[in-house]
C-alpha cells in the first residue's frame, strides 16, 4: 500500500517536471518574439518632430535601429536622436560612415547627433559597427 502511494508520488512528480518544461519552453519562445519587433520593423516614418525651420529624427536604439527607412526635410538644420531603450550588443556602436561619426552609444537614454543641414537626394546611412543593423535617411 505504501509503495503504490510512493509510485503515485513518483508519476505525479515526472508529470510536474514536465509541464514545468513545456511552460519554460513556451516562455522562452514568446519571449524571444517579444524581445525582437523592433529589428524586424521595416516602415517608413517621417521626421517625427518636425518645428518651423528645423526637424528632429528619432530612431529606437533597441535589438537594432527603428524605423530603417526615414523621409526627413532637406535643406534644414537636422538632429538625429538616437533613443536608447534597452540597448545591448552591437547596435550600441553606431556609426554614420558618409559623415564620419562613430560613438557608443549608452544602453538607455537619448543621444543627439547634429547632422547639420543636408543636400535634396542625400542619404544618410547609419550603422552599427559589424553592419548587421542599418537604418537609412532620405532627404527631400
Ligand atoms: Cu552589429
Given at each position: 500500500m505504501k509503495k503504490n502511494i510512493i509510485n503515485h508520488l513518483k508519476i505525479l512528480f515526472i508529470v510536474i517536471a514536465l509541464l514545468v518544461a513545456i511552460i519554460s519552453i513556451v516562455f522562452v519562445l514568446s519571449s524571444c518574439k517579444n524581445s525582437s519587433p523592433v529589428a524586424s520593423k521595416t516602415e517608413n516614418s517621417s521626421a517625427s518632430i518636425s518645428s518651423g525651420d528645423s526637424q528632429i529624427i528619432e530612431v529606437t536604439v533597441r535589438g537594432g535601429y527603428s524605423p530603417r527607412r526615414i523621409d526627413a526635410k532637406a535643406g534644414v538644420p537636422t538632429i538625429l536622436r538616437m533613443v536608447s531603450d534597452g540597448a545591448y550588443g552591437c547596435?550600441?556602436?553606431?556609426?554614420i560612415p558618409k559623415l564620419g561619426i562613430s560613438m557608443m552609444l549608452p544602453s538607455s537614454g537619448n543621444t543627439d547627433i547634429d547632422l547639420g543641414s543636408q543636400d535634396k537626394g542625400t542619404k544618410l546611412t547609419g550603422v552599427c559597427s559589424m553592419g548587421m543593423y542599418s537604418f537609412v535617411i532620405n532627404f527631400n
Open positions: 547596435e550600441t556602436a553606431f556609426y
